[in-house]
């Protein structure tokens, strides 16, 4: 029944596939952000990681640092290596964000990737499109970061209050995440909580050809579709398709109903906790 529920939502949406799933794009520019974030909300344990931003005037391409640097392993050395192989090298490019998402300003327009790993050996490609315009409410409030000159600018969005510091002397109108919009790009951006906290430390002009060299076709869903089955291949007995074993740490079955509560409340502290707040 499972096989055949998989299959058909693979039928349904594969005439729904995105004519802008580029193959090769060209970057002008390269930034890289540090991002200090809290996914569990019971703890205050923070924790820290880098991402890679690209963009040229039209695009940006988000990717966390570790996930990129496995996309380039996996392409070369390990093009030709066995599952068990890739499995075992993957876990040292270890990420909590495994997605990466594409913004094009002009249209207000957001394509998100993410693969949806729901048993040991085999994943989901899926991509899901938002169309949304940030309301960004401007200050006269200036300050220098680094060597930045920067701007403050106030919104709300996915549920949180964000105050960003952008550059008017690097006028693209980019960010970490979703984040676009602003005259000029983004340096420092945080929410209320300090749970997100995204700075810039690397910006450089940089001629970079980006290739997508996956032959697997995404399975395109709506935002909606996409959150329903990173739910249930998540935080349900699904993802282990039939595998049982015991987390040695508290001795909970990983396919007991515990076991998935205690994993949800690990990232119940989303950057996005209300997905459809714009």
Not at 188 to 208: G, I, V, W
């Amino acid at each position: 029944m499972r096989t055949y529920l998989l299959l058909l939502l693979f039928s349904l949406n594969s005439i729904h596939l995105f004519a802008q799933n580029q193959k090769e794009i060209k970057f002008d520019y390269r930034a890289k952000y540090n991002l200090k974030y809290r996914l569990d909300s019971t703890s205050k344990h923070i924790s820290q990681t880098q991402f890679i931003l690209f963009f040229n005037n039209e695009q940006s391409y988000f990717r966390s640092f570790q996930r990129y640097a496995w996309d380039s392993v996996e392409n070369t050395t390990m093009k030709n290596a066995s599952l068990q192989e890739k499995m075992g090298v993957m876990m040292k490019y270890y990420s909590d964000f495994i997605y990466n998402i594409t913004t094009f300003p002009a249209n207000n327009e957001v394509l998100y990737k993410e693969d949806i790993l729901y048993v040991p050996t085999h994943d989901i490609h899926t991509e899901y499109k938002e169309n949304f315009k940030i309301h960004w409410k401007i200050s006269n409030e200036a300050k220098k970061i680094k060597n930045f000159n920067c701007t403050k600018a106030e919104c709300n969005l996915f549920g949180r209050h964000w105050t960003a510091w952008f550059s008017i002397d690097h006028p693209f109108p980019f960010g970490p995440y979703k984040f676009y919009g602003l005259p000029g790009l983004i340096i420092s951006l945080e929410d209320d909580a300090k749970d997100y906290q995204f700075n810039l430390y690397y910006l450089s002009p940089e001629n970079y050809t980006f290739k997508d060299n996956s032959d697997a076709k995404p399975l395109l869903v709506t935002k909606k579709e996409f959150l329903n089955m990173y739910e249930e291949y998540n935080y349900t007995s699904k993802k282990e398709d039939g595998v049982h074993y015991v987390d040695p740490k508290d001795s909970i079955k990983f396919t007991s109903p515990e076991y998935y509560k205690k994993l949800k409340m690990q990232r119940s502290n989303a950057l996005e906790l209300k997905p459809f707040s714009y």
